[in-house]
């Protein structure tokens, strides 16, 4: 790692931040029985002092006995995949790695890793001894995409181990993630005050103030590194006058002054130093040589080195970022063309870095250097490094004589470049709307343009415009592109319910195209988009099937298609073997909306802990993957069971968070989502006025919120609270229209809520209490717990006293498994009303259980080791270890052994009173 200040020069006017690191490091050191680990983000502009301040950092925790891993981003390496994490990992890695990460960093061969596979074995090795580790990136912003990313997700998981990450970058440069992995925030690092300026140039040029001192102070504005150079040019030159640029403009200025004053084969060796990722003093050299025709030899380095330009100590390290820039910028453009093509030669072994630079030594359009960088991609590939794949197809456009190549490759970029967004993807199609004009490619564009440009995507037309694009697709022999493309119209169709000739031409896409020939994810999709005609035909096909469909992305299709059909047994089921295969396959981004959806499947099962669980964990990785529509839906989730368990606060501000960014996304849809946790918190609450005005917008046909098949989740917390509230014949025709469907469609999930809602709103609720009652409602018991509420209330009005108690004590028992605290209460109230005496009741510990520590605390339970927990939730082995190490005392025990016993016997929610 570089070290930018020399050690005759004091740090000043830093203690604070000083202070702040060495409390970071104190927290993880040996002597700590409870480990705080940290990630902190260092921000300023350029010179500001943001890797002296590391480099102190560095000191401080080397005279702790800490081990530390450093990298610094080099702008040449930028696109090159795992290069700075091959350089943090360098000294750790003992000539090994483990697959994934051996396969990212080209140690060794193997099946193409995920990031976040690569991320986790990274974390992997840095917590698997108690050593402490002190994790220090310079200057982010030009760290390639892949190590930013992965230190982002080791930054979000280090908060139990003996880990602190400090990374720096400038204010404006991107950071991959990191200033928002950066739980522990920023250090942001400004100009120096007066006194700490003055003492830092009083160390620099010591004695009498020179004439030009207070004119340094005044240009300077604080920042360090400004001080001492533009002093030092100041005191050579005696006159120097660039106020009027930037501050960064005049830096690179004053050491572009230096690097013209240099003999012309200093300045060779700089600009191959400059233009190098390595300090490779030998291939410099020979590169300089190469370029300028000049017999320079490693000793032409000593006027550099005299002029400040190079770290004290001899080497090729520039002493600033801003230096390398300088010495770029002072070169013309042949200058800089020969040099690459120099270090290319020099660089004949390593095919990725080669290619770079003769990239960059092109004049004008090259086919040979074009191919080479797309066979780079497929490395890349290969590496699981689609951001640098992405980029090194693009340079190859840029590079192609032919327009057909050049086209072909920047489709094959921005393919590559799908998943991931961002500012390149979106620069490559607006590129390729020029460019692109077979009708193939076309569709491919318009999809993305829809779906990454963010389009409206709920809207009829929108529809429309999809399935066309995927018939398109197919037609010129795209296949799993066109499925993917018809997927997300049969998707859409389930959300926004268009009118029946827009449904009608998605079906026709799906059937009579050829699109689908496995006749099981053609009905999953045929019942996504017209759920009441295709249920039967999808729910028989499925169980026919078995589980011969293993892949996750097939288990998820279907799992969303059991959904539309309401057989809410099966979406967990297909989700629960989904992200079994996704957490091997480490795909974060399809587990954080596999996990959404069964958290919303337990919802409507009455599985709290399910919920709570998959939607913690779905919240976490959507927030991580970038997925807000999905972070919405999981936030959505907790706001549901908020309300269920009586904190109507929480659920009504987890609502009010979703509603403000669905409307801002302009995802209306999602708006019954929202309509239904405020009608459940209300419901909860008693506010039954209240309750029935939020449902009714989801079965309302011009309200905002209206969704037809959401009322099938809605449709008992309707029915309630228009009882409550004295609207019961508001409702009967909506009920009596949700029977005929249930008849006609067969949703599992409807025809349960019509069962179990009939008897509130009968003429004469007997015949359908004894329907009901005698139903086999043991897969719902959300909806059996209110069953019996409501038939114990009947009950007890008909004065059948002892009858009444016996459902009553049911209903109590079942919503206190649930955590339905209000509707518990209500039980206890009506046995209460009966004559029934409650005595107090032991409160339990395992809702103190955070939902991971739930869900760790399963997982020990069913066998599992520490290490096979964090492989699943992707955390550490030792983070597993002290979540345990919490859990026991909340649980009243001292053995993973007593776990399964101790999750068993505490399952229910706590309550003030017992029968």
Same mark, same amino acid.
């Given at each position: 790692m570089r070290q930018l200040r020399h050690p005759q020069y004091p740090l000043v006017g830093r203690a604070a931040e000083l202070a702040r690191i060495g409390e970071l490091l104190d927290a993880i050191a040996p002597a700590t029985t409870a480990p705080r680990g940290a990630a902190v983000v260092v921000c300023g502009e350029p010179g500001v002092g943001k890797s002296v301040l590391l480099t102190a950092a560095r000191e401080l925790a080397a005279a702790r006995g800490f081990r530390v891993l450093a990298c610094a981003g080099v702008l040449i390496e930028s696109d090159l995949p795992y290069s700075g994490l091959h350089q943090l990992l360098r000294p750790v890695l003992s000539g090994a790695a483990g697959d994934a990460l051996g396969v990212a960093l080209g140690l060794r061969d193997g099946d193409i890793p995920g990031l976040h596979q690569v991320a986790m074995a990274v974390l992997e090795l840095l917590t698997d001894h108690e050593a402490p580790v002190l994790l220090l990136a310079?200057?982010?912003?030009?760290?390639?995409?892949?190590?930013?990313?992965?230190?982002?997700?080791?930054?979000?998981?280090?908060?139990?181990?003996?880990?602190?990450?400090?990374?720096?970058?400038?204010?404006?440069?991107?950071?991959?993630?990191?200033r928002e992995a950066a739980a522990d925030g920023r250090i942001v690092l400004g100009g120096l005050d007066a006194e700490a300026a003055a003492i830092l140039l009083r160390a620099h040029v010591p004695g009498p103030p020179a004439p030009w001192r207070d004119r340094v102070l005044a240009m300077a504005h604080g920042n360090p590194l400004a001080l001492v150079e533009l002093a030092t040019a100041l005191a050579r030159s005696g006159d120097?006058?660039?106020?009027?640029?930037?501050?960064?403009?005049?830096?690179?200025?004053?050491?572009?002054m230096r690097v013209r004053d240099l003999p012309p084969g200093t300045r060779m060796l700089l600009l191959a130093a400059a233009l190098h990722d390595r300090e490779d003093e030998t291939g410099i050299v020979v590169a300089a040589v190469r370029a300028g025709g000049l017999p320079v030899t490693a000793d032409d380095l000593t006027p550099a080195a005299a002029a400040g330009l190079l770290e004290p100590g001899g080497g090729l390290r520039f002493r600033h970022p801003l230096i390398r820039s300088a010495v770029r910028h002072s070169a013309t453009a042949a200058q800089r063309q020969r040099t690459h093509a120099g270090l290319a030669e020099v660089l004949a072994g390593d095919q990725d870095r080669q290619v770079w630079h003769l990239a960059a030594a092109c004049a004008g359009p090259d086919e040979t250097v074009a191919a080479a960088l797309e066979r780079a991609a497929t490395r890349a590939v290969r590496r699981g490094a689609p951001d640098a794949a992405c980029a090194a197809l693009e340079r190859a456009a840029r590079l192609s004589p032919d327009r057909d190549d050049r086209v072909r490759r920047l489709i094959a970029a921005a393919d590559i470049g799908f998943g991931a967004g961002g500012p390149r993807f979106a620069r490559l199609v607006t590129e390729l709307d020029a460019l692109v004009v077979d009708p193939v490619?076309?569709?491919?564009?318009?999809?993305?343009?829809?779906?990454?440009?963010?389009?409206?995507?709920?809207?009829?037309?929108?529809?429309?415009?999809?399935?066309?694009?995927?018939?398109?697709?197919?037609?010129?022999?795209?296949?799993?592109?066109?499925?993917?493309?018809?997927?997300?119209?049969?998707?859409?169709?389930?959300?926004?319910?268009p009118a029946p000739p827009v449904r009608q031409r998605v079906i026709a896409a799906v059937r009579d195209s050829g699109l689908l020939t496995v006749e099981l994810m053609r009905a999953s999709l045929l019942v996504q988009v017209e759920p009441e005609t295709y249920a039967a035909e999808f729910l028989s096909r499925l169980a026919e099937s078995g589980d011969e469909v293993r892949e996750p992305p097939d288990l998820m299709r279907l799992g969303f298609a059991a959904s539309a059909a309401g057989d809410m047994s099966a979406v967990v089921d297909l989700f629960d073997r989904a992200t079994d295969g996704l957490r091997r396959q480490g795909r974060l981004g399809l587990l954080a909306q596999a996990l959404a959806a069964q958290a919303w499947a337990g919802l409507r099962l009455g599985r709290p802990e399910l919920t709570v669980t998959t939607a913690a964990e779905s919240l976490r990785l959507a927030e991580e993957t970038g997925q807000p529509r999905w972070a919405v839906m999981a936030r959505l989730a907790e706001a549901v069971v908020a309300g269920r368990r009586g904190d109507r606060p929480a659920a009504d501000a987890t609502a009010a968070e979703a509603e403000a960014a669905l409307l801002r996304s302009g995802v209306r849809p999602l708006l019954a989502m929202v309509e239904f946790a405020r009608g459940t918190a209300a419901l909860g609450a008693g506010e039954f006025a209240t309750a029935f005005d939020r449902l009714w917008m989801i079965f309302d046909p011009s309200a905002a919120a209206h969704q037809p098949s959401v009322r099938a989740w809605a449709l008992p917390d309707l029915v309630e609270a228009a009882v409550y509230s004295g609207r019961v014949d508001q409702v009967r025709q909506v009920h009596a229209e949700m029977t005929s469907l249930a008849e006609r469609a067969g949703w599992p999930l409807l025809r349960i809520a019509v069962l179990c809602?009939?008897?509130?709103?009968?003429?004469?609720?007997?015949?359908?209490?004894?329907?009901?009652?005698?139903?086999?409602?043991?897969?719902?018991?959300?909806?059996?717990? $209110?069953? /019996?509420? =409501?038939?114990?209330?009947?009950? #007890?009005?008909?004065?059948?006293? +002892? @009858? *009444?108690? %016996?459902? &009553? !004590?049911?209903?109590?028992?079942?919503? $206190?498994? /649930?955590? =339905?605290?209000?509707?518990?209460? #209500?039980?206890?109230?009506?046995? +209460? @009303? *009966?004559? %029934?005496? &409650? !005595?107090?009741?032991?409160?339990?510990? $395992?809702?103190?259980?955070?939902?991971?520590?739930?869900?760790?605390?399963?997982?020990?339970?069913?066998?599992?080791?520490?290490?096979?927990?964090?492989?699943?939730?992707?955390?550490?082995?030792?983070?597993?270890?002290?979540?345990?190490?919490?859990?026991?005392?909340?649980?009243?025990?001292?053995?993973r052994s007593e776990l399964g016993r101790a999750l068993g016997e505490s399952g229910r929610s706590p309550s003030t009173y017992d029968a």
């Open positions: 310079d200057d982010v912003q030009w760290l390639d995409r892949e190590t930013t990313g992965v230190l982002a997700f080791v930054a979000r998981r280090i908060a139990d181990e003996r880990v602190v990450l400090l990374a720096s970058t400038r204010d404006a440069g991107p950071a991959g993630g990191l120097f006058t660039p106020a009027e640029l930037p501050l960064t403009d005049r830096l690179e200025r004053v050491f572009g490619s076309r569709a491919r564009l318009e999809f993305w343009q829809q779906e990454l440009l963010r389009q409206d995507w709920s809207t009829e037309e929108a529809v429309i415009a999809t399935a066309e694009m995927a018939l398109r697709l197919h037609a010129a022999g795209h296949p799993e592109q066109a499925v993917d493309v018809i997927t997300t119209a049969a998707v859409r169709c389930w959300w926004i319910s809602t009939a008897p509130l709103i009968a003429a004469d609720p007997a015949p359908a209490f004894a329907a009901a009652t005698a139903y086999d409602l043991g897969g719902w018991p959300w909806h059996r717990a $209110r069953l /019996l509420l =409501a038939h114990g209330v009947w009950l #007890r009005r008909k004065r059948r006293i +002892v @009858a *009444s108690r %016996e459902s &009553l !004590r049911a209903a109590r028992r079942l919503f $206190r498994d /649930l955590g =339905a605290v209000p509707w518990a209460a #209500r039980a206890d109230a009506e046995l +209460v @009303a *009966s004559g %029934e005496r &409650l !005595r107090a009741r032991t409160v339990t510990d $395992r809702e103190a259980l955070t939902p991971q520590e739930l869900q760790i605390a399963r997982m020990a339970a069913t066998g599992l080791t520490n290490r096979e927990i964090g492989e699943r939730l992707f955390i550490s082995h030792r983070t597993v270890r002290t979540h345990l190490y919490r859990i026991f005392p909340k649980l009243d025990v001292t053995s």
